[in-house]
């Protein structure tokens, strides 16, 4: 199943590159997956994570075709993770930050790798591009785009607590948000 999701993330994402970068945006989900991996080895829910922006961000994909494709609960867990592009970026973050304190574990833990994998282009991007770096997000604001990981941290500590992703999460925030 874990193959599948790669190909099918790879072909929905095709044409995609991680903001302001060169770098192919499959990379992100493909990484994402692995630190789930490190976490359960539920392939259902390893695949969730390499899907998780499928209905998000690629036409075409939807919650029923990802039923049908893999299974109910990979597509309710990816449903779980897709913010509702309608809203307003700070509207969206609240949400988010918010479904993720009472999220089911599966669904903290995409939540968690995905915010990791951002923490960590953050982190190898900011000693290069500098303050430009912030200028890629919607919300452009460095000190705004810190509350919003911060958030996530304290809505997943009690979950995660001393769990290897969740410490080094809380290094990289501490690193470059202070």
């Given at each position: 199943m874990i193959d599948r999701a790669i190909e099918f993330?790879?072909?929905?994402?095709?044409?995609?590159?991680?903001?302001?970068?060169k770098r192919p945006y499959i990379v992100h989900p493909i990484e994402v997956g692995d630190i789930v991996s490190t976490m359960t080895t539920d392939e259902e829910v390893i695949s969730a994570a390499i899907l998780h922006d499928t209905i998000e961000d690629c036409s075409g994909v939807s919650q029923r075709i990802l039923a049908q494709?893999?299974?109910?609960?990979?597509?309710?867990?990816?449903?779980?993770?897709?913010?509702?592009?309608?809203?307003?970026?700070?509207?969206?973050?609240?949400?988010?930050?918010?479904?993720?304190?009472?999220?089911?574990?599966?669904?903290?833990?995409?939540g968690l790798a995905d915010?990791?994998?951002?923490?960590?282009?953050?982190?190898?991007?900011?000693?290069i591009a500098g303050e430009e770096l912030w200028n890629r997000f919607r919300m452009k604001d460095k000190e705004t785009i810190g509350w919003y990981y911060?958030?996530?941290?304290?809505?997943?500590?009690?979950?995660?607590?001393?769990?290897?992703?969740?410490e080094e999460y809380c290094r990289l925030i501490r690193k470059n948000f202070g």
């Amino acid at each position: 199943m874990i193959d599948r999701a790669i190909e099918f993330a790879t072909k929905a994402h095709a044409g995609q590159f991680r903001k302001g970068t060169k770098r192919p945006y499959i990379v992100h989900p493909i990484e994402v997956g692995d630190i789930v991996s490190t976490m359960t080895t539920d392939e259902e829910v390893i695949s969730a994570a390499i899907l998780h922006d499928t209905i998000e961000d690629c036409s075409g994909v939807s919650q029923r075709i990802l039923a049908q494709t893999f299974s109910e609960r990979v597509a309710s867990m990816v449903a779980q993770e897709s913010e509702d592009k309608s809203r307003t970026w700070m509207e969206r973050k609240t949400a988010t930050i918010e479904h993720l304190r009472t999220a089911p574990r599966e669904v903290q833990m995409i939540g968690l790798a995905d915010k990791l994998s951002n923490m960590r282009d953050i982190d190898r991007d900011y000693p290069i591009a500098g303050e430009e770096l912030w200028n890629r997000f919607r919300m452009k604001d460095k000190e705004t785009i810190g509350w919003y990981y911060k958030g996530v941290r304290d809505a997943l500590k009690d979950s995660f607590a001393g769990v290897g992703a969740y410490e080094e999460y809380c290094r990289l925030i501490r690193k470059n948000f202070g």
